[in-house]
């Protein structure tokens, strides 16, 4: 069964136009400004009928993929896909990420994602204090912008968004605690970047480690042009990791690169290093 193209194409455009106006409907009502029944009932209406859509696009996608044989799990996800654009799906999970981070972080938890045999590399002291001077910066303007902006709206609006502003930062540098980078029982390597990176290396692509202080100046997991990607905290990587040959991986916002060598920021290199080394040699033993 094939998905007409412009149900999709209606879908996708009324979705970029019908959440900006929800969000203003809701400063509006959230700032006791008056909204007529009609122009409420307008809005909510179409917001309901693109849902129905969606809902009906999503349903169509689905059976068109069980009927190419995958299983339902698989088939949903395929139709999500095939629905959502890859920049707000990435979205959408990044804020997931983030609010099960701050939970686990306000809840005292574990680590996640580091089994038993794995070797957890912590990264996040590293940007303490700079974190904190973010947030102390963001509280400031929070208060200030609250008392000097006369206008309801505009005051609703910078409020929130500056309440926003500071839950993200206490809530990245929470993910960045909470999910370390991992070294695998089996010397596979794990390197992360809170709910923003999570780049998976296995065992048998490692050919070295070594400690390695650099302050690389270039963005995020972008990739040189000798093949390095640098995962730096507060400017500085302290491992440089090197592989047999280039693995790919996803960037931040959604794009991938491929990458022979990774150079990352670690608490203690010397022990990290150390807990790779040893778990890719026993990986080695194991395997032969």
Do not use: N
């Not at 022979?260 to 890719?280: G, K, N």
């Amino acid at each position: 069964m094939t998905t007409p193209r412009p149900l999709r194409t209606a879908v996708r455009w009324s979705l970029a136009v019908l959440a900006p106006g929800e969000l203003v409907l809701m400063l509006c009502l959230a700032s006791g400004i008056r909204v007529t029944p009609a122009a409420r009932t307008a809005l909510e209406l179409a917001v309901l009928t693109v849902m129905v859509a969606a809902t009906t696009l999503l349903a169509l996608d689905y059976h068109r993929h069980r009927l190419d044989g995958l299983p339902r799990r698989p088939a949903l996800l395929a139709a999500v896909a095939d629905t959502v654009p890859a920049p707000v799906r990435k979205l959408a999970a990044h804020e997931i990420s983030l609010t099960t981070s701050f939970v686990r972080w306000t809840t005292r938890r574990g680590p996640h994602g580091v089994r038993e045999g794995d070797a957890a590399v912590p990264y996040a002291s590293g940007q303490t204090a700079v974190m904190y001077g973010f947030l102390f910066v963001s509280v400031v303007e929070t208060v200030a912008l609250a008392y000097l902006i006369p206008w309801p709206v505009l005051h609703t609006l910078t409020l929130v968004l500056d309440v926003w502003g500071v839950y993200f930062i206490i809530a990245l540098h929470a993910s960045c605690v909470v999910r370390p980078h991992v070294v695998g029982a089996d010397g596979s390597l794990r390197l992360r970047y809170g709910a923003l990176l999570d780049i998976r290396i296995p065992a048998r692509h490692i050919a070295s480690a070594r400690v390695e202080r650099r302050f690389p100046e270039g963005r995020p997991a972008a990739v040189d042009a000798h093949g390095g990607a640098d995962l730096a905290v507060a400017g500085q990587t302290t491992v440089t990791v090197e592989l047999t040959e280039p693995i790919t991986f996803v960037r931040p916002l959604g794009k991938t690169a491929k990458a022979r060598t990774f150079r990352y920021y670690a608490q203690d290199p010397a022990s990290a290093v150390a807990a790779l080394r040893a778990r890719t040699v026993r990986g080695q033993r194991s395997r032969a």
